[in-house]
């Protein structure tokens, strides 16, 4: 453990000599440590982060847990999970925007926090009174009262516009040298900072660490009016100057504007006005009136309001905990007995094998006999149709006049697929009868400003997910390939900050699919060069000839085909889109709704394959009509597809685990419901 500094006056001005980053850092990743912070996590009974995992479930390992917390922050490996965003109300008005991160990056938080909160205290002024150990309102409040009996009468009462959400990243950096020396303590406070805050400002409320860092930021300030004729009172961005005179006061008015602009930071004019004892004002829920001070509201830091929220949303998290458990424990019950509550699709892919019916069940027969000689037919398997939702058939495949009928009659998709995985046709039911919906589809369409609305989230969600899944790619890695690099700059540009971010300046689709291609044009690049040797590619080509762009248009038809179940399973038609263009033969639609999956299913999963050797070079052969992948290649991306779209995430309708085939389904209805009803319809994002 290192030793202890003594508690030291206010600094006013940079520390000397500064912190040792090294030292802090140990402590604050020691497992000892790492136990305390738990247990302050514990006891708040906060609410769980991004990755849905609560403060009780996380108890039963907490241990391994902890243990494996403390190798990763020591070794490097450690990367933040998912931020949880909520928006609770103010007691003012208005909305104070939550982000939550995931229990065990509160743990490690918190442990810094009570590393750096002794230490970086020190250095703070005695205006300032929130987030701070030993203080409180009430004196802040008394501090106020002795400042009239002295003779400061009149008051600037400030308040700095929305300002955890805009305190500038590289300055706050910079604040922070200042205190501490260069290591991994500030690149991992760096990594928190910029995690909930990619575009470069803001600081995450729900971090254990925003508090400390909001007033270290605001600690210039609060000197630059230290023993300067004005008594400064601070509590968090809400604050008061008090001075002697009205000329005073608006020279304190101009200063505090002038300092914050120098801040990066802006002060509320709507919030903020110069006033005097006589008149009276209001700050922190009191009324100070002449000599009186009368209490308006309860007394409510902020710090103590949003604690308060998260143990509530804590215990409706508790609850839909234990419904999901039971809802998935049904579910476990009936795969045991053979039911798939997901969507489940059989590939028929060699032409030994054929497709046929026995007792109203789909059945797979293997054929046996001598070449030319009549082939006989035996059943290796039987699959009711209520338990697969699609059958692709490779070429060459038969598949008996029975079967078809069947697969027309229960409404079980059928796809006859080439041998590169292009879909050649379906056979298939007529669309799904809702005449009402395909026109909701036509009339968002012709309706431009809705079209773009509309095309703007389909764009936004795939360059977000382009986003998350190189960071999960390069999570871990000494070092990241320059493009990959590139990559994520300039999708953090074309991001921005929500809804004031480039693509929503967007005046037109065709601007707006310009952008998309400037950002994947850099997402095909890096995934090129995260590629391993025989599988890089000059740019990304649906008609390509290289291995690369083979596996990957193989990977996006099994894309194709899982989008156009789930787009004719809500009832849409699959021709009606927003971003892509609508036009004869082509599926609009569910291209629309690929631009949501295709960074995870497609570019990410080639990377997985290609670099766990699943797919190999000598898989690919050249012929007169160009390089061909054999049927090995082929079914080891059908494997390992199956295994990803089968796999688990978090439902942003339900909250709860579901299989990637089921969120398709599910955002397909969603998007039918904001087309019919103009329900809200957000694409999936993935979170890094």
């Not at 600081?203 to 925003?210: I, K, T, V």
């Not at 892919?349 to 109203?360: C, I, M, S, Y």
């Not at 006049?401 to 007529?430: K, N, P």
């Not at 309706?447 to 871990?476: E, F, K, S, T, W």
Request: aromatic fraction near 8%; charged fraction near 25%.
């Amino acid at each position: 453990m290192m030793a202890r500094q003594r508690k030291r006056p206010a600094s006013h001005g940079p520390r000397e000599p500064r912190l040792c980053d090294a030292d802090l850092f140990d402590e604050a990743v020691a497992l000892e440590r790492l136990e305390s912070a738990w247990a302050k996590v514990w006891s708040n009974a906060g609410a769980a982060g991004g990755d849905g995992i609560s403060v009780k479930a996380f108890f039963p390992g907490a241990a391994q847990r902890l243990r494996r917390l403390a190798e990763a922050l020591r070794d490097g490996r450690y990367r933040p999970g998912p931020l949880r965003h909520l928006d609770i109300p103010k007691p003012g008005g208005g909305l104070r925007p939550l982000a939550i991160p995931c229990v065990v990056d509160r743990i490690a938080q918190t442990a810094a926090a009570d590393v750096l909160t002794p230490l970086l205290d020190a250095e703070f002024e005695p205006a300032s009174f929130a987030y701070r150990p030993g203080r409180s309102v009430q004196q802040a409040v008394q501090q106020i009262a002795r400042a009239r009996e002295d003779g400061f009468t009149w008051v600037v009462d400030a308040d700095i516009e929305r300002y955890f959400e805009t305190i500038p990243h590289d300055e706050l950096i910079a604040r922070w040298r200042d205190s501490v020396s260069d290591g991994p303590l500030t690149e991992l406070i760096w990594t928190w900072i910029s995690h909930a805050a990619p575009q470069g400002r803001g600081l995450a409320q729900g971090s254990p660490l925003s508090p400390l860092l909001a007033n270290l930021y605001l600690d210039r300030l609060d000197e630059a009016f230290y023993d300067k004729g004005t008594r400064l009172v601070r509590f968090a961005d809400d604050f008061v100057v008090l001075c002697r005179s009205s000329g005073g006061a608006e020279e304190a008015m101009a200063k505090v504007e002038g300092l914050l602009a120098e801040r990066g930071l802006a002060l509320n004019r709507q919030k903020s006005r110069i006033a005097d004892f006589n008149r009276g004002f209001r700050f922190l829920g009191q009324l100070f009136v002449r000599s009186m001070v009368m209490k308006q509201a309860p007394e409510d830091a902020d710090a103590e309001a949003v604690d308060r929220v998260l143990r509530r949303i804590a215990r409706h998290d508790s609850a839909a905990e234990a419904d999901a458990a039971a809802e998935q424990a049904d579910e476990d019950r009936q795969e045991a007995l053979g039911y798939s509550p997901g969507l489940r699709n059989l590939h028929i892919r060699t032409p030994d094998r054929r497709l046929g019916v026995r007792n109203e069940a789909f059945c797979v027969e293997q054929g046996e006999g001598q070449p030319g000689a009549d082939v006989s037919w035996r059943e290796v398997i039987a699959i009711p149709h209520q338990d697969v939702d699609r059958i692709d058939l490779a070429p060459r495949v038969p598949v008996t006049e029975q079967a078809l009928r069947h697969a027309l009659a229960t409404d079980t998709m059928v796809a006859h697929v080439d041998g590169r995985g292009r879909t050649l046709g379906w056979t298939s039911s007529s669309l799904a009868p809702r005449a009402g919906r395909h026109m909701a589809q036509a009339a968002a369409y012709l309706d431009p400003d809705r079209r773009l609305a509309l095309a703007r989230r389909y764009v936004d969600a795939r360059l977000r997910n382009q986003r998350a899944v190189l960071r999960r790619i390069v999570a871990g890695r000494q070092s990241v390939p320059p493009p990959v690099q590139d990559a994520l700059v300039a999708l953090n540009s074309l991001i921005g900050r929500g809804a004031k971010g480039p693509l929503y300046a967007a005046p037109d689709i065709a601007f707006l699919m310009g952008k998309e291609g400037e950002g994947t044009a850099r997402w095909w690049r890096a995934v090129s060069v995260l590629a391993p040797a025989g599988f890089t590619f000059a740019q990304r080509d649906r008609e390509g000839q290289d291995a690369a762009n083979i596996c990957l248009n193989f990977l996006a038809w099994l894309l194709a085909r899982d989008v156009s179940v789930a787009v004719m399973r809500a009832g849409l038609h699959p021709g009606f889109g927003a971003l892509h263009a609508v036009s004869d033969h082509r599926d609009a639609c569910v291209f629309d709704m690929m631009e949501i999956y295709r960074a995870h299913l497609v570019g990410g999963l080639f990377v997985y394959c290609a670099s766990r050797r699943f797919v190999r070079g000598d898989m690919f052969t050249q012929q007169e009509s160009g390089l061909r992948m054999n049927r090995a290649a082929g079914d080891a991306l059908i494997r390992a597809y199956e295994a990803r779209v089968n796999g688990r995430i978090k439902s942003p309708v339900r909250g709860r685990r579901i299989t990637w085939r089921r969120l398709m389904v599910e955002q397909a209805f969603a998007l039918a419901a904001h087309l019919e009803d103009g329900r809200d319809f957000e694409p999936y994002v993935m979170d890094y």
